[in-house]
Structure formats: structure tokens, C-alpha cells
């Protein structure tokens, strides 16, 4: 069964540090991984998507790797402003490729503080 | 803008009511998928749709059900709610696949 783990689970930085954050998954046999970012009390906010064929993605100042051997992605924030500060989940998509469902983690919750 | 739209951001019910959430997606996804979010325990998949009038069930099923009569349209039933029940409930589509998945704004539900 595909467990998909975030560490750390919170993480406080000052404004303009570059941070990364890690998500590992047990079962190497994924069809994508997706990065979401939720604020308080809101839905989710996909943010990257990342096919399993591909090694990475980026989006402004995001980046998102994959890498399937190692059962490892880690989302890349440069320069980091107070607005990132929110939940940040990954999540796999595992099992048929037509019904798969995504597997969640528990997120990293991050505080960019001014 | 595509969306994926549930009907309520807030709801409050009595225990032992029926409890509809509704999800309406506008950009044709197959797979429609209802998910209920509480501290600690994560994201959990309650039920999920591959075509209309197709149903599985995921992780968490007891106590709900759920229907698809349309394909842009999912609705999650809570048949007799209880105060277990109270969560955060998100709504995701996706096509099949590979696509990603477009969640919803999500709805808090609140049993007493």
C-alpha cells in the first residue's frame, strides 16, 4: 500500500531564504506526483504537476523534482516571501491509470516571516 | 477560469439529518472524487467516480453514499449525519490518467 511521507511537518524561515521541501513515497510504481498548497480553511491549489517520465517541473519561482528510484520529490521555493507561508501537500497517483487515486501526505506547514 | 464548485462553504446540520454536498466541475473530467480533511489524520478518500453512475469506494466509505447522474455532477450523502461526521469536505476531478487533480473550494460541515 503507497504511504507518502513530508518532513518536516512545519518550518519557519525569514523572508528571502530558499527552502526545500521533501516528500518521500514506498511504492516507486507512480503514475504522477502533484504539489498542492492549501491555506487556512480553503480548498487545495495545485501548484506542479510532474509525470512520472518526467525528472521536473517548474512554475516562477518553484521547482519540483521527482525521482522514482529513490521514491523521493522535493519542492523548491527561491526567495520566499511572506505569501508562501500556507500548507504544503504532495500527493501520488498510484494504482490504474484510468481510476488511480491520489495518495496524500500530511503536509508541511511553512511560515515565511517579514 | 476551470472550476470545480461545491455548493456550500459552511453547513451546520442536526444529528441524524440527511446531508447533501454537492460538486460541479466544468471541464469534462471523468473521475470525480470526494475527499473529508481532519487535523492529524490527513486527506482521506471517501468515494470516488470513473463515469456516470459509476461509484467506488475509498478508504472511509461507512456512512455515506454517494450519486452521479450527471458527469459534471457528484454528489456526497450523508444519510443519517452524525457528530463524527463534522470535517472538512473536498471535492477533486481529474480526466484519466495522468492528468492532475482540480480540487474545490471545499465545504466545513458542522453535526450537533
Known amino acids: 500500500k503507497q504511504e507518502v511521507t513530508q518532513i518536516p511537518a512545519a518550518l519557519s524561515v525569514p523572508e528571502g531564504e530558499n527552502l526545500v521541501l521533501n516528500c518521500s513515497f514506498t511504492d516507486s510504481a507512480i503514475y504522477n506526483l502533484q504539489w498542492f498548497r492549501q491555506d487556512p480553511g480553503k480548498g487545495l491549489t495545485s501548484l506542479l504537476l510532474?509525470?512520472?517520465?518526467?525528472r521536473e517541473q517548474t512554475s516562477g519561482r518553484l521547482n519540483a523534482s521527482l525521482d522514482k528510484s529513490s521514491g523521493r520529490s522535493t519542492l523548491y521555493i527561491a526567495a520566499s516571501q511572506p505569501g508562501d507561508s500556507a500548507t504544503y501537500l504532495c500527493a501520488a497517483l498510484g494504482g490504474s491509470s484510468n481510476t488511480g487515486k491520489l495518495i496524500f501526505g500530511q503536509g508541511t506547514t511553512l511560515q515565511v516571516k517579514p | 477560469d476551470v472550476k470545480v464548485t461545491q455548493s456550500s462553504r459552511y453547513l451546520v446540520k442536526r444529528t441524524g439529518e440527511k446531508v447533501f454536498l454537492e460538486c460541479v466541475q466544468d471541464?469534462?473530467?471523468?473521475?470525480m472524487f470526494w475527499y473529508r480533511q481532519d487535523p492529524g489524520l490527513g486527506l482521506r478518500l471517501i468515494y470516488f467516480?470513473?463515469?456516470?453512475?459509476?461509484?467506488e469506494k475509498g478508504d472511509i466509505p461507512e456512512g455515506y453514499s454517494v450519486s452521479r447522474e450527471k458527469k459534471e455532477r457528484f454528489s456526497l450523502i450523508l444519510e443519517s449525519a452524525s457528530t463524527n461526521q463534522t470535517s472538512m469536505y473536498l471535492c477533486?476531478?481529474?480526466?484519466?490518467?495522468?492528468?492532475?487533480?482540480?480540487f474545490g473550494s471545499g465545504t466545513r460541515l458542522t453535526v450537533v
Open positions: 477533486a476531478s481529474s480526466f484519466p490518467g495522468w492528468g492532475g487533480y482540480t
Open positions: 471541464m469534462d473530467h471523468e473521475n
Open positions: 467516480s470513473y463515469d456516470v453512475k459509476m461509484k
Open positions: 510532474i509525470q512520472s517520465s518526467q
